[in-house]
């Protein structure tokens, strides 16, 4: 492949790798600018006096005695009980991944299987559902939730993400069962197999590469969603996001802007974490829609 | 596979949409065509020892029944989406034949909160999509020149900003481009105006906002035209150097068609994403200034008043704009559906 001719000449890499590093600064210095000030006064994480204090952290060593200090985070998680939140988010985010994928995974496995015209419709709205804003269908819930009494519980918002999760997971599944070959389970029906069995004994087998990849996006939804989450969940049973943007509104008025620093960086860990052991699958899952779609 | 079979397998996911997507969809529609009922007033004649007097009260009993009997208020057609806080179509009308230029029409129109949301979104949507595209693209050209080595850690990094919540990432940015954040006060530097604020003007705000957006959706575009380098055909560029192509005439003339089928994939899903931008609005504190169709639902909804009627409107109109910029789309895989079949 690197053939004599297709080497960059020197100003090319240099100016390739410039503008790479570049990018590389403006992606991840802001994390490690928000991860440092955490750990610091508001007084030193803001510059106001003068920017270097926020390097060597001299109005937090004049008010805790160290450069670092851990309140914010104290404030965040006991004061303002930030555990709370991160609890809700942690229950909502598993039951949602466990049950869009459990019924994504039949449905996209029927849809990869079936040759029928409607197939084709019922992709083509879910296609119309993955378009529109979640927060478009918003206030067809209210009404109805109030009066069965049942918002501001975390099932209820469980159901609903996963709702609005299932056309994204049909699309992705459903492009996933269609590069596993027919083959496969058609053997195993002329064998005396019953679809269902085909699909449990066959199928299931070897579909978890595609089905961690969708159950990855899954969770990226549940955990990063904000427009359904903050309008159905009554302030006690907040997660993580909205429980953020609450923080807004009361810590700008009281000082404690670094509360909510310090919750932001505590959500931000998880993803870094997600990251860092799925990269690989979080590209091919991002990917293998764009090739199929 | 048979009907019955396919039935059964795909009876959890359909009901999941049928009752929290397709449902609510028409609760939406019910609620933007009706308005909750106002009070029920009664006359009612207070004599005291000072003489009688006709005072007008709420007749609670007779409000409640009336709301319990039909939550979803009074019928009104289409009112809503011709009232002020929509589509506004008498003031619309006034400003068209007050105004004598163009100008001064458009001026107009940005008093009406719907119209300033549409010019948000649109420009939104249509400066972040293309500026991220290209920046996408270079970054995959780059990486892709890049030694195997440095490659693993520079995708790692270049995720980041499209993993984290939309929400915390703004307010990631926010606090460094506040006026105190380091950005805020390196950029009062360099204007030499200690006063400059971000946060103060039209512009400045919305030039934030879109940084931010092509800051958090480039890597998306990075990571599928990457991909899609992987799969260059090799012969095709050496003969275009043969042919004496110099490197940006191989880019654009070999590579780009190349990858045209990803950008337009690309160009789809961030049309759909950023269209509904929102997030963002509120990490950055920037209602004053910019507000999206997404965020005047929110808006809303949020609160002690709840207006339902309101957001259902809004929440009509932003689904037409929805459709309005996906039907070339749906257009085109229904013409391959009906040439396939």
New interface residues.
Partial sequence: ?SSV??R?PVH??VL??G??TL??I???F??F??LW?SFKVELD????AD?TN?LTGRNTSDTYGASFTDAGYVGAWIQEEFWRAVINTAIVCFFVVCTSL???T??G???S?????YT?W?L??????????P??????????FF?WNVWGILPTTI??L???N??F??WMLHSFFQSIPKDLDESAKVDGCS??QA?RFVIIPVMWPGVITTGLFSF?LA??D??VTS?LLSDENRTM?PK??AF?GTTYTEGN?MF??AA?VS??AP??I???FF?RR??SG??A???K? | ???S??FW??L???L??L???A??????VL?SVHTPHEAVLVEVENCGPFGCKKVTTIDQDATRELRNSE??GKFVGLDIYFDRGHLAITEVKTAWITSESWSGFFNKLGNLPFYRAIAFTLTFTFTVTPILIILGL??AL??N??SERVK?L????????M??????GS???F??I?S???LG??IQWLAADPDLSLKASTGLTWLMLIIYGV?HSA??AF??FY??LQTLP?DQIESA?IDGAS?WEQVRYVIVPHLMP?IM??ALIQL?DN??V??PI?GF?AEAHAQS??WI??N???GET?Q?SA??TS??L??FG??I??SPV?WR?WQD?KGK?
């Fill in positions: 492949m001719a297709n960059y090319l890499k390739i790798y503008f790479i990018w590389v403006l992606a991840a802001p994390f600018w928000t000030g994480f803001f510059s106001i920017w926020a459990t019924i994504g039949l449905g496995y029927a849809l299987r079936s040759g029928f015209r084709f019922l083509i709205t879910a296609l119309i559902f993955r378009a529109m804003p927060i478009t269908l918003v206030s067809g819930y209210l009404l109805p009066e159901i609903v996963v709702a609005i299932q056309p997971t049909l679809q269902f699909f990226l955990y990063n904000f427009a309008m996001v953020i943007a807004l802007v909510a620093v932001v959500a931000t993803l870094f997600l990251v860092m990269q979080i590209v991002l990917t829609g764009a090739v779609g | 596979m048979k009907h079979t396919f397998f795909f959890p996911t359909g999941a949409m009752l929290f997507i449902f609510p969809l028409v609760s939406v609620q939550p979803l270079t970054i780059g990486v020149a890049l693993g520079v995708i790692f990094v270049s995720l980041l900003p993993i984290v919540t939309p929400l915390i307010l990631i940015l606090w460094m506040d105190r954040g380091i006060t390196a800051w890597p998306f990571v599928v991909a899609g090799m150097r490197r990803l994939f690309v759909m269209f509904r929102f997030e509120v504190n169709l997404s639902i929110f809303d909804l949020g709840r339902l957001a259902a929440s009509m932003t689904i929805v459709a910029l996906l749906l895989t559906f079949s």
